[in-house]
C-alpha cells in the first residue's frame, strides 16, 4: 500500500489484540482474506459516558497520582506511545486502531465535579493527561478539556497539564486565570527539533519550534511552564537534549524533566515495524541501544529503570540532561500550587 494512504498516521501495521479471540479482516468472494486497512484509515469517534472522572496510580515513578482522560485512542499518532497498550482493553488494536477508534468521555466533567463534591475528597494536582494527550484532534470539536479546565478554575482545584499539540493556545484565556491563582502548570513535551522526524514519529503532533513559542508566549502571560524531553530514544533524538533544554529556557521554561522511551507489549511490535521501515540503516543499532536501558530487552516493568534505564548509557543520557538543565534552568523552579482556595462548591461567572 502506498505512503499516501498512511499520510499522516503514525503505524502501518495493526497487531494481533491478545485480549480478542477474533480478528477483523476483509472477506472476498475469492476466498482470500486481507488485513482490515485496505483503503485510507478514516477516524472514528465513540461517544462513552464515564464512570469516573479521576484515575489514580500509586507508582513511585509518577509525581502525581491523580489524572484524568478525557480521551482514549490518539491521532498524535506517536510511535512509541505506552497508551497503545491500554486500547486493547477497549477492543482495538496497539497499532492504527489506536490512533484511528478514539473514545470520547462526552459526560467527564459533569463526572468530575460530584468526585469534587465528595465528603471524604481532597484535593491534590491533577495530571491532564496521564494516558493520551488532552489537546488531541478531538478537543477542537469536544471541547471536554476546556470543560475540565473551566470546573478546576470554578472550584480552585489545582492541574498540570502536559501536551504536544498547540491547540492548548485556545485556552490561554482560562489557563491565564488559573495562573493568577496559583493553580496550573503547563508541560509542554518536546524530544526532537527535527520537523522531518516529527513528520512519522509523531505525526499529528505541533513541531517543536511551534512549541518553544508557546512557551515564550505563554510565559508573556504569566503562566508557569517546563519542558519534557520524552522520550528520549537514543540514536535518533538524545542529540537534541541540550538544544531544546536552551531553547526552552531563553523561551521562559522554569522546569524540565525526561524519560527514555521504553517498548512494552504489542507497542514493541509497532516501533519495530517502523524503524524498519524508516529508517533501516540504524534500526538495529536503536533497538540494540533501547535494550541496553533496561537490562537486555525492549521491555521494561521494573520501576525506576522502565523511566530512566539504567547503564552506561543511561548515565550519559543522565549527565548530558543534567548538565544542560544546570546550565540553562539553574535558580528555576515552578511556582507551588496553592491547595487553600479548593471549594467544590465555587462559582465562577466570568465563564458561564
Known amino acids: 500500500m502506498s505512503d499516501e494512504v498512511f499520510k499522516g498516521r503514525g503505524s502501518k501495521i495493526a497487531p494481533h489484540n491478545p485480549y480478542l479471540k477474533r480478528k477483523e479482516v476483509a472477506e472476498h468472494l475469492e476466498g482470500l482474506d486481507e488485513e482490515k486497512y485496505t483503503e485510507k484509515p478514516v477516524t472514528k469517534f465513540y461517544q462513552e459516558h464515564a464512570k469516573k472522572g479521576l484515575s489514580t496510580n500509586d507508582s513511585p515513578d509518577l509525581p502525581l497520582n491523580y489524572s484524568v482522560n478525557p480521551y482514549q485512542g490518539c491521532e498524535h499518532g506517536c510511535i512509541y506511545c505506552y497508551a497503545r497498550n491500554s486500547h486493547q482493553y477497549w477492543g482495538f488494536d496497539a497499532g492504527l486502531g489506536f490512533e484511528t477508534n478514539i473514545i470520547v468521555k462526552q459526560d467527564i466533567d459533569e463526572v468530575l465535579k460530584k468526585q469534587f463534591k465528595a465528603k471524604n ?19 477542537k470539536k469536544y471541547q471536554l478539556t476546556r470543560k475540565i479546565l473551566q470546573l478546576c478554575l470554578e472550584v480552585s482545584h489545582p492541574v498540570s497539564v502536559i501536551t504536544k499539540n498547540s491547540l492548548i493556545q485556545r485556552d490561554a484565556d482560562i489557563i491565564m486565570a488559573l495562573a493568577r491563582k496559583r493553580l496550573i502548570h503547563v508541560y509542554f513535551s518536546i524530544n526532537h527539533l527535527d ?34 524531553v520524552a522520550p528520549i530514544i537514543p540514536a535518533l533524538n538524545n542529540q537534541d537534549i541540550t538544544e531544546i533544554i536552551q531553547k526552552c529556557a531563553e523561551a521562559g521554561a522554569l522546569a524540565a524533566g525526561y524519560t527514555v522511551v521504553r517498548l ?32 537486555g530487552k525492549l521491555n521494561d516493568t521494573e520501576w525506576g529503570r522502565r523511566i530512566k534505564g539504567n547503564g552506561p548509557l543511561a548515565t550519559v543520557i543522565d549527565q548530558i540532561f543534567s548538565s544542560a538543565k544546570a546550565k540553562y534552568l539553574g535558580g528555576r523552579s515552578m511556582p507551588e500550587l496553592d491547595f487553600s482556595a479548593f471549594n467544590a462548591n465555587g462559582q465562577l461567572k466570568l465563564f458561564k
Open 121 to 139: 475528597y481532597r484535593p491534590q494536582t491533577i495530571m491532564l493527561s496521564g494516558n493520551t494527550d488532552c489537546y488531541q484532534p478531538a478537543e
Open 195 to 228: 520537523s522531518r522526524l516529527k513528520a512519522s514519529l509523531e505525526p499529528r503532533t505541533a513541531t517543536g519550534k511551534k512549541k518553544i513559542a508557546l512557551i515564550r508566549q505563554f510565559t508573556q502571560l504569566g503562566i508557569p511552564c517546563g519542558v519534557m
Open 264 to 295: 512494552n507489549g504489542n507497542v514493541r511490535e509497532v516501533f519495530k515495524a517502523w524503524i524498519h521501515e524508516t529508517y533501516p540503516d540504524r534500526a538495529d543499532k536503536v533497538l540494540h541501544q533501547i535494550e541496553q536501558l533496561h537490562g
